[in-house]
């Protein structure tokens, strides 16, 4: 969600064993005790409060953003419930203060700094700090319990006096009601004060809204039900404040009709010194006096106190069944749990959907597609799957006829909100997170009832690629909501979210539905990595990839960060030199203040931009946005450079708001702090979740499709030393195993295999995992092996499983190998269901490793795999690459592991098919 120009906002194995794809295999760093990194002094301004269920709140401080020109204080400034969402039933639920000792007033509330922020428990801390730039004698902290699974907020302030005397102390508790009606018919509620439940009840039925209810836990020195219009003193129904304001007392009215009400108590205190006293008030909004009544009964038949362990144990049960974090930096553990909590009280409680921001005087209540589909994901990948499953029906639910999305919709009621379109990189989004979900829940019942709307989204990509002039998907505005154009960040999320897709057609047994959506995934890829001075052209231009290709067919060479983006998913290997060579352009233009990263350069959003949320924020230009440098984080842990992912996770928790508080879009580069206008960003505070999370190798975003297509013409030569050979691959595309060895055997683990053709021969290159092999005829014995369907599709026998009975990925018609005790090189074809040695290929060197580095080089001549003894120029055939392992203590040979690739043969002067390159 961004915005610059004017807009706003970013072996063998069965099949079974298949679909759950790759997960990040990284043991947890032996951790030790260090100093917690802090946050920044920049308090969040707005946070949201969910009870879980029907209930939201939103606390907000006297300014949002430095633009900010409201009257109101600290406060809680909406009050809504799930019979209405729409509609905010109070104008603000605030405190006001007198220091009776000293004459001094502090009920200008405006005048208050403030700050705020989750505890590990869940409670919203808050604290008033300076009034007009002075100190008090007296600190006051203000803790809100929004208790989950109840229909009441409990608030409780501590007043702290830190001098030698007692200090005379006075409270006014307000709230103040918001008749949606004022002005027209049926305008006029009524309030009451009922003395059996100490509590204030404002009935605004009359006005088609709810009871608000305003109780307290201990004996009120006075109480009001007032008319918010009058202030008259002398007046019986006058407004709270006024009589507070005029001599610190209450009228003690029971009851009022009215427009526009506000209901009041008021305590008068001694803190001792060196002493603190506290007081405790529950608040409610429920549909009928009858559950009004009922939620102050439940909240005051306990004390305050317990509310809160209630609160605290509720949250400790919820985070328990997730993952969890343990860093030597106790600053990065709050962060992780402090930024679940906060996400977890953005959530709308009954759809499931999130806003962009937890602040919303910059963008409203608005649910951006893009950034929720992101939180959710990662929401799966630490372990709250309830959760995101709500959310992944949510944007079911909301898909167009045709399987997009649109751009943004309503938090209270999920309806279209106009913006930016299209931003289709939702759907790759959409494709990606619904699949991961999946792979991680196993859940049948999930994929049916969402594979109607999954499909639509994939056929969306699917059949756009067709009617394509360059080959991309669809053009569109994409994270940063400019120029629309073919933009790599969701050109990267369609060819992801197709080979996500490629498992989830698998899982419905729909294999060639599965076969086209690797095409097309493979073709935008292609794109992707094909040079920018290629006709049409592609996107990479010999140093890094460009920003987008426009929809004229020119390249947009900016540098920009959210590129990366393509590592983060596994559009392109983070290991391949491409990888590097770009994250090194990005940083040498964009990284800031050791570890920030900008978006792009010379980016004026936050700054000089007439767009900005709240004017220059930033007071420079190119602002860092933590989630650039999560996604470099990730880049680092999956190259295996922790020492600079745990910097940089350091970096983002010093650049947090108070507490721990998530930053919003982005970070000041001059100030080093967050910028209040986007914060708390709950997709921000996601990033930090799943960056946490890689490094202990607890999460990865990564899909590795089941199939590529593969296609480059190039002739290698082999010899029998391996070492001198493997340099002639400098530039063949490689390809990415799904899966990991039956066995668990690094040796017959496949991590990646590169493929070219020249007129005659397959050359295939093997990389396995453990970076070594046995030598020749030495235990454990292993053989390398290619299963081919015929290039020219004929009619002869096939299998799907291979010659030691593992399941292949697709039936095969030949198969061609040598096992490690044999030096001849054999070609099998299938004979009375079983496949059958036919002859040993003689014409060309046969397959040769290296045992020091774990490489394999078969020259496969493509005569042995067609009918016809030919192979033209755009052939295919189906290619599973097996390694096969002896186990040395049974002497039993098995398929260990296969790597399905989709070949079309070439010819010189062709595009080549990307792939990684190495």
């Known amino acids: 969600m961004r915005e610059s120009k004017g807009w706003k906002k970013s072996g063998m194995v069965a099949l079974a064993a298949v679909l759950l794809g790759t997960t990040l295999q990284m043991l947890a760093p032996v951790v030790h005790a260090d100093p917690p990194t802090s946050p920044s002094t920049q308090s969040a301004t707005s946070l949201y409060m969910s009870n879980w ?37 109070i104008k603000d639920y605030s405190g006001f203060f007198r220091d009776e000792s000293h004459s001094v007033k502090y009920d200008q509330i405006h005048n208050f700094n403030s700050e705020a922020y989750y505890d590990d428990g869940g409670i919203l801390r808050t604290k008033y700090l300076d009034y007009n730039g002075s100190s008090m004698p007296v600190t006051v902290t203000k803790d809100y319990a929004m208790v989950p699974n109840q229909n009441f907020t409990v608030a409780t302030y501590t007043f702290t006096n830190a001098g030698g005397s007692a200090v005379n102390y006075n409270l006014l508790e307000q709230i103040h009601v918001n008749n ?38 201990q004996t009120a020195t006075g109480y009001q039900a007032g008319d918010d219009t009058v202030s008259n003193t002398s007046s019986s129904t006058v407004a709270p404040w006024y009589t507070f304001d005029n001599n610190g007392t209450l009228k003690n009215n029971a009851s009022v009709t009215a427009t526009d009400i506000s209901v009041a108590f008021q305590n008068s205190i001694t803190i001792p010194a060196n002493g603190s006293v506290t007081l405790s008030f529950v608040a409610t909004v429920r549909d009928t006096l009858a559950h009004a009544q009922s939620s102050i009964d439940t909240a005051r038949a306990q004390t305050a106190s317990y509310w809160f362990t209630q609160t605290q144990n509720s949250y400790a049960t919820w985070l328990s069944g997730g993952k969890s974090v343990s860093f030597a930096d106790d600053g990065i553990n709050k962060t992780y749990k402090r ?22 005087i910059a963008y409203g209540y608005k649910v951006w597609a893009r950034d929720s589909a992101v939180t959710a994901m990662i929401l799966d990948q630490a372990g709250f799957t309830a959760d995101a499953e709500k959310y992944w029906y949510w944007l079911k639910d909301r898909q167009q006829s045709d399987g997009s999305f649109k751009t943004t919709f309503n938090l209270w009621d999920s309806s279209y909100v106009s913006f930016v379109e299209p931003e289709h990189d939702s759907i790759g989004i959409y494709l990606i997170g619904a699949y991961l979900h999946y792979k991680i829940t196993g859940s049948s019942t999930f994929l049916t009832n969402i594979w109607t709307s999954y499909k639509k989204s994939a056929d969306f990509i699917y059949n756009a690629i067709g009617t394509d002039p360059y080959g991309f998907g669809p053009a569109d505005a994409s994270i940063w909501e400019e120029t629309v154009e073919y933009n790599i960040f969701t050109q990267s999320l369609y060819a992801t979210g197709l080979d996500s897709a490629q498992y989830m057609a698998r899982a419905k047994t729909l294999p060639a539905l599965a076969d086209n959506y690797n095409g097309v995934a493979s073709q935008i890829r292609t794109n992707i990595n094909k040079s920018d001075s290629w006709s049409p052209k592609g996107m990479w231009n010999g140093t890094s990839f460009n920003r987008a290709v426009s929809t004229s067919g020119t390249a947009n060479t900016l540098v920009d960060a959210s590129s990366m983006a393509a590592l983060v998913y596994g559009t392109i290997d983070s290991a391949s030199s491409r990888a590097s060579s770009h994250v090194s352009t990005v940083l040498s233009h964009l990284q800031h203040d050791t570890y920030g990263i900008a978006r792009y350069d010379s980016d004026n959003f936050y700054y000089t931009s007439p767009y900005s949320p709240a004017g220059n924020e930033a007071q420079s230009d190119e602002p860092s946005w933590p989630q650039m440098t999560s996604y470099h984080a990730l880049y680092s842990i999956y190259n295996g450079d922790l020492t600079t992912a745990l910097a940089e996770l350091k970096w983002m928790v010093s650049r947090m708001g108070v507490g721990y508080m998530a930053p919003g879009e982005a970070v000041s580069r001059i100030t080093l702090k967050p910028l209040p206008s986007t914060m708390v960003e709950p997709v921000t505070a996601a990033w930090f979740v799943v960056t946490a999370l890689a490094y202990g190798g607890q999460a990865d975003l990564r899909v590795i499709p089941p199939q590529e297509n593969v296609g480059a013409y190039k002739a290698i030569t082999v010899t029998t030393t391996v070492s001198n050979d493997l340099s002639q691959y400098s530039n063949v595309p490689y390809y990415l195993d799904n899966n990991a060895s039956v066995s668990g055997s690094g040796d017959t683990d496949i991590q990646r295999v590169y493929i070219s053709n020249d007129a005659s021969n397959l050359y295939v290159r093997i990389k396995n995992k453990s970076g070594s092999l046995s030598a020749y005829n030495t235990a454990p014995r292993f053989a390398m092996m290619v299963y081919a369907e015929d290039y020219k599709h004929g009619a002869a026998a096939s299998l799907g499983t291979g010659m030691y009975g593992g399941t292949l990925d697709h039936s095969a018609q030949y198969m061609v190998g040598r096992w490690s005790d044999s030096s001849t090189y054999a070609m099998f074809k299938v004979s009375g269901g ?83 390159v190495q």
């Not at 049926?186 to 305003?214: C, E, F, H, K, P």
């Open 53 to 89: 269920t029907d209930s939201m709140n939103i606390w907000m401080a006297s300014k949002l953003s430095q633009n900010d020109t409201g009257t109101f204080g600290p406060r809680i400034g909406e009050m809504r419930i799930s019979n209405d969402f729409n509609t905010n039933q």
């Open 339 to 360: 930024s679940l909590i906060a996400i977890k009280n953005s959530i709308n409680p009954v759809s499931g959907a999130m806003p962009a921001a937890t602040n919303p």
């Open 180 to 217: 949606k009606t004022i002005g027209g018919a049926n305008s006029t509620n009524s309030a009451s004060y009922d003395s059996t439940r100490n509590a204030l009840i404002v009935n605004m039925s009359n006005s088609g809204q709810y009871y608000v209810a305003l109780g307290a836990f």
């Open 834 to 916: 079983t496949w059958t040695f036919d002859h040993f290929i003689t014409s060309v060197i046969a397959p040769q490793w290296s045992t020091s580095s774990g490489d394999i080089e078969m020259v496969i001549p493509l005569s042995e795999l067609s009918s016809t003894g030919a192979v033209a120029t755009g052939d295919y055939s189906n290619l599973n690459v097996v390694l096969v392992r002896q186990n040395p203590s049974t002497s039993a040979w098995s398929e260990d592991d296969v790597q399905a690739l989709h070949d079309r043969k070439m010819t010189t002067g062709e595009a080549w098919f990307y792939g990684n």
